[in-house]
Structure formats: C-alpha cells, structure tokens
C-alpha cells in the first residue's frame, strides 16, 4: 500500500512545530496587537522566534525540515514558547533526535513468556490483554473475549487496537464516546511514530487508517500527542449495557515492549455488578475447549 503522505519521517519535527505554533492564541501569551492582519492562526514565526530567542531564519529551517540537529536548550526553549505539555514536550524531543537513525530491519517476532500467560489464565475476573507495539494483541483471557471482541476468531493482523478502534463497527459501538477514544488512539500512534519514526509497520498501519477512514486523517493531521496513562473508558456492552472501568498499562521487565493491560471496576459500584455479571453470562455460553491465552507467532 502506498504510504499516506503525512506518515511519520523527516518533516515530523516541522510539521509538529507548525501544528502547535498554530493552536496558540498570541493574546493568551500576551504578544501586543501590531495591527497586520493574521492570515494564519496562532503565533507567527517571528513570535515564535521572539519567545524562544532563537532565529527567524532558525524557526524557518526547523519548519521546513532542513535541520533536524536542535540542542537541548534550544528544544527546551522552543518547548517553554509553545506551552507544550510532558507528553508533547517528550515528543518534541522524539522526533529531534540528532543520533543517525539505524537501518530499518525486520522486528523480531513477538512472543508471550509462559510465565505471563499463566498469569492472565490466574485473572479470571479480570479482563486483561497483551500489547506489543503498535497495540498489537498477543494474548487475552476469556474476559477480555467477554469484555471486548473474540480476538481468537480474528486473522492475526486484524488484531490491533487501533484498527479495531476504527475500523470495525463492532468494537467501535463498543464505546460509550468513541470520537473521545478515536482521538486519544490517535495521539497515542502519533506519540509511537514518533518515537520510532523507521518502524514499517507504524508507517503502514497509519497510512492504511489515513485511506481508510477519514476521521482518523483528519485527527491526524492536528499532531496530538500523549503517552500511555491510567484512565477510565465507558462502554455500551450489547449483554449488560454501560459501564465504566480502570484501564491500567503495566510493563512487563523481561519484554520491554510488551504491556499487560487490565480492565478493573470499583469496589462495589454498579460497574463491577455488571462485569460480574458478563463474565458468569460468557462462561455459560463459551464453546468448551476455546484457548484464549495466545495468538501465535506475530509479525
């Protein structure tokens, strides 16, 4: 598939620049009023430069992608002027790396150790997933089949979150307020391709998510950023209706780009009735015999 013009690469950097330098209010900042009429919104290049004492011409490279070797005092300078917040500021820094970047190269194929399988088979209660980069899932428990979607039933490359999220209705419905969780996905994939701007496979998923769905291009296109964090996320479950649970991301020590995901509610609320509830629904109704632990070799 042909790569979507705005997938992560060299102009990262300046089209993040651009992105934010354009969502800022000067009167917020309090830059006066000199009269020339703004044909762009946010703060002008020369503002810009004005409040992280660098260069015009500094600013313009930057943006243009003729550069891409900034100091740290420079990135914290230009971070402070444009208000970043940590998951943003992370970013910034990501996507200005001034290592030569490594060949690209085939990722290693993902695996689950025996020893956290047997883990999520010790959380019955729990749904619970496991997460390789880009969100793939390389392992659940049968809560998690109740909770979310047979996964099982799923070709290994339809199992990733971010594509369910956008691209099948099922899951989709799923979700109480699914533009808020649609764009929370998005700046997660934006935070990760950043971070890894030579993964083929990030480039691939968010160019198939750019043709395929044109929310997902649009959110794209404003370069949100965040890193993964404790929320909660609220569904309308087709068995027991709506509910909202923690979500925690764990990491996992012996594989540092695995993550075990849990889905919990509070103690006592109407949410963990109705999780209890589904769980004792899906075991009365699963097929005897069905293995939810792992998926197999993934690429």
């Known amino acids: 598939m042909e790569q979507h013009r705005d997938t992560p690469g060299r102009h990262e950097l300046g089209d993040f620049l651009r992105a934010r330098r ?6 917020r900042l309090g830059l006066p009023d000199d009269g020339r009429l703004r044909r762009v919104p946010g703060l002008r290049r020369e503002e810009l430069a004005q409040l992280a004492h660098v260069s015009v011409d500094y600013v313009v490279r ?20 444009l208000r970043l917040e940590p998951d943003e500021r992370a970013y910034l820094f990501a996507v200005a ?29 729990i749904p619970a997933l496991v997460l390789g980069p880009r969100q ?23 199992r990733n979150l971010f594509r369910l999220t956008f691209l099948d209705d099922g899951f989709r419905s799923l979700y109480a307020d699914w533009p808020r969780v649609a764009r929370e996905c998005v700046a997660v994939l934006r935070m990760e391709a950043g971070r890894h701007p030579d993964d083929p496979g990030l480039a691939a998923l968010v160019g198939e998510l750019s043709v395929r769905d044109p929310d997902f291009r649009a959110w794209w296109g404003t370069h949100q950023v965040r890193g993964p ?20 991301q764990l990491s996992v020590d012996t594989r540092p780009d695995q993550r075990l995901v849990t ?4 103690p006592g609320s109407p949410a963990e009735e109705a999780l209890h509830f589904l769980l004792r629904w899906s075991s009365r109704t699963e097929p005897a015999g069905t293995d939810h632990r792992r998926t197999g070799p993934h690429p």
């Open 22 to 27: 354009a969502a800022l209010d000067p009167r």
């Open 62 to 81: 930057l943006e243009q992608g003729r550069t891409r070797r900034v100091s740290r005092p420079v990135l914290d300078a230009l971070a402070d002027a």
């Open 97 to 125: 790396d001034v290592t030569q970047a490594a060949p690209a190269r085939r990722p290693a194929e993902q695996r689950v150790d025996p020893q956290l399988l047997r883990l999520l088979d010790g959380m019955p209660d």
């Open 136 to 158: 793939d899932v390389l392992a659940w428990n049968s809560a998690a089949v109740a909770l979310l979607i047979d996964f099982g039933a799923l070709p290994p490359r339809e």
């Open 229 to 248: 964090r404790e929320l909660t996320k609220s569904y309308r479950h087709p068995v027991v209706g709506a509910l909202t649970l923690d979500v925690q």
């Open 263 to 266: 889905y919990t509610a509070p």
